[in-house]
């Protein structure tokens, strides 16, 4: 089946410090990749998304390259700042019976202090 | 951006009794709406997805009697829990897609759940 494994957390950063939150996936095909964040008392929200080998998804100084070689999806960002204090999900659509379906990792908790 | 919100926010009950969450996409006409249910510390597991004016299609495991969902229009889905029990103490919460072949889902904040 299909699945997606985050790097476990909490994570704590100093601001401006290098973020980075590991996302490996299984999935049959070839499916889109999903960064949602979820600041406290929100929703998810999509940060950003990549669907097809060696695409990257951007958005607020976010980055993640979709490498279909090592099955991963791993989110950067170079210099992370208090308000990106939330929790990340990893997750991915994978095409066939499951086309639609959004499958998350366990999420990632990050807390940036000042 | 497009809005989803959840009612209510957080309820209490007691074990025996039943619980309706309300979803409603603010903003636009949603096609599709899926709940999910997300443990403490625990991924979102897809219980169920469904589609406007017909039934909602469960995923394995997930009790249809148990959980009913009910898409009456294109911007309300509840999502009623029957005969709710401790072990039904979850934070729920549904998204919303606009478009029958968009990947892209717009997430409601989520209800609290505690059956005492």
């Given at each position: 089946g299909n699945s997606v494994t985050?790097?476990?957390?909490?994570?704590?950063?100093?601001?401006?410090?290098?973020?980075?939150?590991?996302?490996?996936?299984t999935a049959t095909g070839y499916p889109s990749l999903f960064w949602y964040v979820q600041y406290p008392g929100e929703g998810l929200q999509l940060l950003l998304k990549a669907t097809k080998a060696d695409d990257k998804g951007s958005n607020k100084g976010f980055e993640a390259t979709y490498r279909k070689e090592t099955t991963s999806f791993h989110l950067e960002k170079g210099s992370v700042q208090v308000s990106d204090s939330a929790v990340?999900?990893?997750?991915?659509?994978?095409?066939?019976?499951?086309?639609?379906?959004?499958?998350?990792?366990?999420?990632?908790?990050?807390?940036?202090?000042? | 951006g497009a809005v989803v919100s959840q009612h209510p926010s957080r309820v209490i009950c007691k074990s025996g009794t039943s619980v309706k969450i309300e979803c409603r996409s603010l903003d636009f006409q949603a096609t599709t709406m899926f709940w999910y249910r997300q443990f403490p510390k625990q991924s979102l597991m897809l219980m169920a997805t469904s589609n406007e004016g017909s039934k909602a299609t469960y995923e394995q495991g997930v009790e249809k009697d148990k959980f009913l969902i009910n898409h009456a229009s294109l911007t309300l889905s509840t999502l009623t829990v029957t005969s709710a029990h401790p072990e039904d103490s979850s934070f729920y919460i549904c998204s919303a897609r606009e478009a029958p072949r968009s990947e892209t889902q717009y997430f409601g904040p989520g209800t609290r759940l505690l059956v005492l």
């Open positions: 985050q790097m476990e957390g909490p994570v704590t950063l100093s601001e401006e410090a290098f973020l980075t939150i590991n996302c490996t996936y990340y999900f990893c997750a991915l659509i994978a095409g066939g019976t499951s086309y639609g379906k959004l499958t998350f990792g366990q999420g990632t908790i990050l807390t940036v202090h000042p | -």
